[in-house]
């Protein structure tokens, strides 16, 4: 059973949007259409990517990797770096836990985890990877 992930925008011109996820293993959050959490109709919304970051929910952990030119944040810090070229798969990827804030462009999301084994809800790590 996945976790289940709620997305709160707390600051910014969609502040008070939110949506909850219950059976995604993989959350796309930017402007486009395709994506499943949209930042797009205002002005600041040009500082979102078309995809501006992946969230992976897996049975034991949540995590964040940025695709964005612009950079993910995550309580204040840069996620990580986009692979530098296309068809690439290596990039950086930083577990959330309930609480976080991600910034994507001029929004601030909270971030709501629920239904994570109690000892990987903690963990808050960086990690990287290849695949």
């Given at each position: 059973?996945?976790?289940r ?8 011109a ?10 995604r293993a ?7 259409e ?8 205002q002005?600041?919304d ?5 995809c ?23 309580n204040g810090r840069r996620?990580?770096?986009?692979p ?17 804030q ?7 999301l909270?971030v709501?985890?629920?239904?994570l ?8 790590e960086v990690e990287?990877?290849?695949?």
């Amino acid at each position: 059973m996945l976790p289940r992930v709620t997305l709160t925008v707390v600051e910014g011109a969609h502040s008070g949007e939110g949506r909850t996820f219950t059976d995604r293993a993989a959350i796309t959050v930017g402007r486009s259409e395709e994506c499943d959490f949209r930042l797009r109709g205002q002005l600041e919304d040009l500082l979102v990517s078309r995809c501006h970051c992946l969230i992976a929910v897996r049975p034991d952990r949540v995590e964040v990797s940025d695709q964005s030119r612009n950079g993910t944040f995550l309580n204040g810090r840069r996620v990580g770096f986009r692979p530098a070229s296309p068809g690439s798969s290596t990039a950086f990827r930083r577990r959330l836990r309930d609480g976080d804030q991600l910034r994507v462009g001029a929004s601030l999301l909270q971030v709501r985890v629920e239904g994570l084994p109690a000892e990987e809800a903690a963990a808050t790590e960086v990690e990287f990877y290849s695949g």
